[in-house]
């Protein structure tokens, strides 16, 4: 399956969450490009505070990979920012467990 989402501008965003297991299965490879503006993805572990939150930022034509266990124990979000920013167009590729 392939899910496009547009960010018009910077005030579009995707909240703290992680894949659902029903739809992707246990432990999912989910493969992401970006198209358009650079915005940032972040990643915050579930159970553990005291590890830092990673910001990698999606420029354009970034390929991102998030697989074995990471849908278990991270987060992830692409937050609102304030500057003004020009259109991103994101592709997210999954296996989807029928």
Do not use: C
Request: proline letters at 4%; aromatic letters at 10%; charged letters at 25%.
């Amino acid at each position: 399956m392939v899910l496009l989402n547009l960010y018009r501008n910077g005030k579009d965003r995707v909240a703290w969450h992680s894949d659902r297991i029903d739809t992707s299965g246990h432990n999912p490879v989910i493969a992401s490009v970006s198209f358009g503006e650079t915005r940032l993805f972040r990643l915050r572990h579930k159970f553990r505070n005291e590890i830092q939150q990673l910001e990698i930022p999606l420029h354009d034509g970034s390929f991102l990979l998030m697989a074995g266990t990471t849908n278990s124990f991270w987060q992830h979000q692409v937050p609102k920012t304030a500057r003004d920013i020009l259109p991103r167009i994101n592709l997210t590729f999954r296996r989807v467990n029928r």
